[in-house]
């Protein structure tokens, strides 16, 4: 049985209560002694103090609280959490109040406003929302995972009484009924939305969380202010945030470790709004949850109208094109346009009748000229319900003609993402702002376990997904080469996999039963020659899955 981080650490605290009291133990102030701070009331960072965690161990065992949250005040932090968990997170009240007393210290020598303060800890009762009152604090964090909607409403009501904020922790569905009952009876002044990208239970990182629930939270309350919780380890990833349009991002490890580059974060993120890129993974994460376990398909290395529409009838998700002159699968831009306009026709077709060039064409029609192709009537797709799907093109030297050519059709809205391929082409990609503002994901091929730290360089610059191919000599993809299974169980335990390299009809069912893939990506194994595919393998492929 796998361990629940969170459950222990929720028994520990009910524990220490018992023993020493909500407070810890120290002596709190019977009154508070400052002014309440509107916690994060403009788009802004949060800058953690934070000596350990669960997951890392130690982070920073000899973080003086005070000097650090002075520091983040220097560097425009627009909310400083302070950790108060003694066991796991080495904190304490504290702390909290010498972070409330850097504040003020700053504000006394500036002249300028502070910012607000956030107690962050596994709170259960509203003695917790009264202790962190007293002490300074500005707002508290109420995980709804360990809260009833009872309890969570009655702890809201308290800080709102207080006139103190409360920032909400939500991660699954459950969670955000919750917060919907708290919005009901508590003024959208006194809460903050937070989405945590790593699972308290297990301490793993997706970073697509956030952006599952942010569409949620906003079907609430369409003002609502969301912070992307955990997980932003570079300024990169601080601007992949604030692409996704987050009001706020709560930084930890990266902050506590590094207080005086914490500026770097922050002018990162403010500097970002919602963007293409972040369009883009909110429209795919908006589709997580209706796949029911079951993977997205990409179809790559399109070279004519007639596959692409015929992997469109049968239902795949992404349609990829090479847009590489040194590749035996390139695609020029002017072909895709036309297999964008074909591929665009089925939409019309699904609404009863096509009407191009004085053809009629009705549903269930077969794919253009399907006789010279081979095609059996087998292979016919009803289009009723038919999704259309995405377009990715796929790169592999961002500074080249032919990735210039890419960028344009992703302007004009004929591609919908770029696939940068190879590790060394995705940072190159990545270190220009303008490039990164595109939608995109990045592909690598990997040999060995050594290869990992690739993906591992990757995510900590913001990319959420990173898709897998097997490696080559000379080849970057297409080969029918398959990834090691063991490489692959090492991945998929760090990261929600997509793969590609060597998947075919044979071995998909394996390859879902084994390790749950979130994409699939298939090429070579579904092919006549390169760039031309195979009617009957390519339907009977989508069909199975």
């Not at 605290?13 to 407070?23: L, N, T, V």
Request: net charge positive; with cysteine; glycine share 8%.
């Amino acid at each position: 049985m796998s361990r629940n981080i969170l459950k222990e650490i929720v028994a520990r605290r009910k524990k220490d209560i018992k023993a020493d009291g909500f407070d810890g133990g120290f002596n709190i102030p019977a009154e508070r002694s400052r002014p309440v701070h509107q916690f994060l009331a403009e788009k802004g960072v949060i800058l953690e103090v934070k000596r350990a965690s669960p997951s890392k161990g130690d982070i920073a065992p000899s973080l003086d609280s005070y000097a650090t949250a002075y520091e983040y005040a220097k560097n425009g932090a627009k909310a400083i959490s302070c950790l108060t968990e003694k066991n796991w997170f080495k904190g304490t009240l504290e702390d909290l109040m010498k972070v409330c007393a850097a504040v003020d210290a700053f504000e006394r020598d500036t002249g300028l406003k502070g910012p607000a303060v956030l107690r962050k800890d596994f709170l259960f009762d509203v003695k917790d929302v009264e202790i962190a009152y007293r002490a300074g604090a500005d707002a508290v964090l109420l995980i709804a995972r360990i809260l009833s909607a009872r309890k969570m409403l009655a702890m809201a009501k308290k800080a709102e009484e207080l006139g103190i904020s409360v920032l909400i922790e939500i991660r699954k569905d459950s969670d955000v009924k919750k917060l919907e009952h708290v919005m009901r009876y508590v003024s959208g002044k006194n809460i903050v939305c937070g989405v945590n990208s790593r699972d308290l239970k297990n301490f793993t990182v997706d970073t697509l969380v956030p952006a599952v629930m942010l569409e949620r939270i906003r079907k609430i309350s369409g003002g609502a202010r969301v912070i992307f919780e955990s997980g932003i380890l570079s300024p990169n990833a601080a601007a992949f945030a604030g692409g996704l349009g987050f009001s706020g991002i709560l930084l930890g490890e990266a902050a506590a470790k590094n207080p005086e580059k914490a500026g770097e974060f922050i002018k990162a993120f403010e500097s970002t709004n919602l963007n293409a890129n972040g369009k883009f993974w909110l429209d795919y994460a908006s589709k997580l949850g209706q796949k029911n376990h079951k993977p997205f398909v990409k179809i790559c290395g399109n070279t004519n109208a007639e596959d692409a529409v015929l992997a469109a009838r049968n239902g795949t998700d992404f349609l990829g094109f090479i847009i590489w002159s040194k590749s035996k699968r390139n695609v020029d831009c002017g072909k895709i346009r036309e297999i964008r306009e074909a591929i665009n026709n089925l939409a019309a077709e699904r609404r009863g009748m096509l009407f191009s060039k004085g053809i009629a064409l009705r549903f269930n029609t077969p794919c253009f000229d399907a006789e010279r192709r081979g095609i059996k009537p087998s292979a016919r797709i009803k289009t009723s319900g038919l999704k259309l799907p995405q377009f990715v093109g796929v790169i592999v030297e961002p500074e080249s003609e032919d990735a210039a050519e890419a960028y344009q059709l992703v302007k004009e809205g004929i591609l919908d993402a770029i696939q940068v391929h190879t590790f060394e082409a995705a940072k190159a990609f990545l270190q220009n702002k303008e490039l990164a503002a595109l939608p995109h994901y990045c592909a690598v091929n990997i040999s060995d376990e050594a290869d990992i730290a690739k993906l591992d360089e990757l995510a900590k610059l913001g990319e959420p997904r990173i898709l897998v191919d097997a490696q080559t000599s000379g080849k970057i993809g297409g080969t029918g080469k398959t990834i090691d299974e063991a490489l692959l169980s090492a991945i998929a335990k760090k990261y929600r996999l997509w793969i590609a390299g060597g998947l075919s009809i044979g071995n998909i069912k394996h390859i879902k039963n084994t390790f749950r893939p979130e994409l699939v990506d298939l090429v070579s194994s579904l092919e006549k020659e390169p760039g031309i595919k195979d009617a009957e393998k390519l339907t009977a492929f989508l069909e199975k899955m």
